[in-house]
């Protein structure tokens, strides 16, 4: 298993210990030894695979993958979008929607070919540059990386974007987990490339499971409740 697919089960599988505890049900209840209580006292039927929860998020901000701050509303979101890279459990970028080179200075994204959104279309440079624009807007919890760190960017190809820095420094990379949204995104909420994809229903939020993320092809929950 990669290290992506383990951060992202490890992530799933908290979310939903925590969601149990939060409940009221007892993990170690006893059956009951009355077997006019238990179906004739037959313990041997298969439990059935959860595959919905129910997580918490804060309904005072619009989940939006750019100027969301709260904590909670921010876990949802790292559900939902991904960046250019991801940071790894040593704070290391790796490659995530593009393979990329850098020399401190520079850097060059180079745009995978499976990478999709959730409405399934590729990312283009042209998304990579929407993205930018986003995050670099008042308002956004990452304008800060660009008016400090990053000097411009430009598309060089319909697959590719050239980054250069104020500074040099090795670890600018790390400044590109911030997520990637597609351009002309239609419906409420911007499509990413996350392992959920946002919905509503009657009023009530939802993350669906986005078929089109490789890493969320073995993921039991295909739906969690916000």
Not at 53 to 77: C, H, L, Q
Not at 127 to 150: M, N, Q, T, V
Not at 168 to 193: E, H, V
Request: glycine share 6%.
């Amino acid at each position: 298993m990669t290290k992506k697919k383990s951060k992202f089960a490890l992530t799933v599988v908290f979310v939903l210990v925590f969601s149990l505890f939060l409940s009221s049900c007892s993990l170690f209840s006893l059956p009951d030894d009355n077997p006019d209580n238990n179906g004739g006292g037959n313990q041997d039927e298969p439990e059935k695979t959860k595959t919905e929860m129910t997580v918490a998020y804060f309904s005072g901000e619009k989940i939006d993958p750019y100027t969301s701050a709260n904590r909670a509303n921010r876990a949802v979101i790292a559900l939902c979008y991904g960046g250019l890279v991801f940071l790894n459990e040593e704070n290391i970028a790796e490659e995530n929607l593009a393979s990329f080179e850098t020399d401190g200075s520079t850097a060059t994204f180079v745009i995978k070919e499976n990478a999709r959104f959730s409405d399934g279309s590729a990312v283009t440079a042209d998304d990579i540059i929407y993205s930018f624009e986003k995050a670099k807007a008042d308002g956004s919890i990452y304008a800060f990386r660009f008016s400090k760190y990053i000097a411009n960017w430009k598309k060089t190809s319909a697959n590719t974007v050239t980054v250069t820095f104020k500074s040099k420094n090795i670890y600018n990379i790390n400044l590109f987990d911030f997520p990637i949204t597609k351009k002309n995104s239609k419906g409420a909420y911007p499509d990413g490339t996350g392992n959920y994809r946002i919905s509503s229903k009657d009023g009530l939020l939802y993350l669906d499971i986005n078929e089109n993320s490789e890493r969320a092809a073995g993921s039991e929950i295909k739906r969690i409740k916000l």
